[in-house]
Nanobody, 114 residues
Framework: VQVVESGGGLVQAGGSLRLSCVAS????????AAWYRQVPGKERELVAR???????NYADSVKDRFAISRDNAKNTVYLQMNSLSPEDTAVYYC?????????WGQGTQVTVSA
């Protein structure tokens, strides 16, 4: 199973970015997938998770600004990030829970300038 993120970059405060996560191999599906983020010196934190039903939950810090979604046909999970602030600067990782195992991508850097 491979998990690959894309879509990170540099954006000004107040701007938007959309991250993508594609999973492939081993009949993997994205029924249970999540986005995490990590800054140097801090633990990786959960940003958003989407479940089989489509229900999603979010960290308090991103509620009403970020939205996680899934395209099963493309085996892709997205993270739409709006109203970005410098505090959102981090490496964002995609996590896929499949067949009782965790799979991680290599991460994509998001930098928000003031």
């Amino acid at each position: 199973v491979q998990v690959v993120e894309s879509g990170g970059g540099l954006v000004q405060a107040g701007g938007s970015l959309r991250l993508s996560c594609v999973a492939s191999g081993g009949n993997v599906n994205l029924n249970n997938a999540a986005w995490y983020r990590q800054v140097p010196g801090k633990e990786r934190e959960l940003v958003a998770r989407i479940f089989t039903s489509g229900f999603a939950n979010y960290a308090d810090s991103v509620k009403d600004r970020f939205a996680i979604s899934r395209d099963n046909a493309k085996n892709t999970v997205y993270l739409q990030m709006n109203s970005l602030s410098p505090e959102d600067t981090a490496v964002y990782y995609c996590n896929v829970l499949f067949s009782y195992r965790d799979y991680w991508g290599q991460g994509t850097q998001v930098t928000v300038s003031a």
